[in-house]
């Protein structure tokens, strides 16, 4: 989905947030050290910034950023929570500020909605599978699959975490709305209806699995 430059000099934190950007579909620079950073800058599509770093502070890099690229989403992310470094963070030009620990699938949707007002997130890629977010049109192997607004939606939440189980009430509130009131027989007839037009079954890959008594799930071996 996005080339992301996260900054952040321990390497435990940074290696275990890496790895779940990177299964959900991102390419993620990883640097330590807020020098290093500067010269990966430019290819980003997003920075992802710690304050506390060695040999150029957090703060410094943002000046940076927003200096030679105004335009570019940049997040902080830092155990710094007062709301002077709040404020600080702010007024340096990020577009949203997060402290730790994050929970994570609430960092990628921040990362998401930073990317999508920047205008970055076009379409998802997923194997053979690409899906325009604009036009909410998928394509298989370059052919249009035919899919309903609303099974794009459902398909587009789940194919935004790969790997990552949805109840059938969080695809209900992500593609109907939280005021819907339908019944989880309704996400099961949109699931059959979006594999039947994805090929599965009859030699197509199945994109999506059936968790038992949890929900559903893109697979991330497509």
């Known amino acids: 989905m996005a080339r992301i430059l996260f900054v952040e000099d321990d390497e435990l934190t940074r290696k275990a947030i890496s790895r779940f950007l990177a299964l959900r579909g991102h390419e993620i620079i990883e640097v330590g ?27 410094d890099v943002a000046r940076y950023v927003r200096s030679h690229h105004p335009d570019k989403p940049l997040l902080m992310l830092t155990a710094l929570g007062a709301l002077e470094h709040r404020l600080k963070g702010f007024d340096l030009g990020a577009d949203d500020y997060l402290t730790k620990p ?21 379409e998802l890629v997923r194997g053979r599978l690409v899906l325009d977010l604009g036009k909410k049109v998928a394509r298989l192997d370059g052919a249009d699959v035919g899919l309903s607004t609303l099974e794009f939606d459902v398909l587009a939440a789940l194919a935004r975490r790969p790997g990552h189980v949805l109840s059938r009430q969080r695809l209900i509130d992500e593609a109907w709305g939280p005021d819907y009131e339908g019944i989880d027989r309704t996400v099961d007839v949109r699931i059959a209806s979006i594999r039947r037009k994805l090929g599965g079954g009859r030699g197509g890959p199945e994109y999506i699995e059936t968790v038992r008594n949890a929900g559903y799930r893109f697979r991330v071996d497509v």
């Not at 050290?33 to 703060?59: E, S």
């Not at 929970?103 to 997130?121: C, K, N, P, T, Y």
């Open 33 to 59: 050290d807020g020098a290093d950073a500067l010269a990966h800058v430019k290819g980003a599509d997003l920075v992802l910034l710690d304050v506390m770093l060695p040999n150029l502070d957090g703060w």
């Open 102 to 122: 994050v929970d994570l699938h609430e960092l990628e949707a921040r990362l998401r909605v930073a990317l999508r007002r920047s205008g970055h997130e076009d």
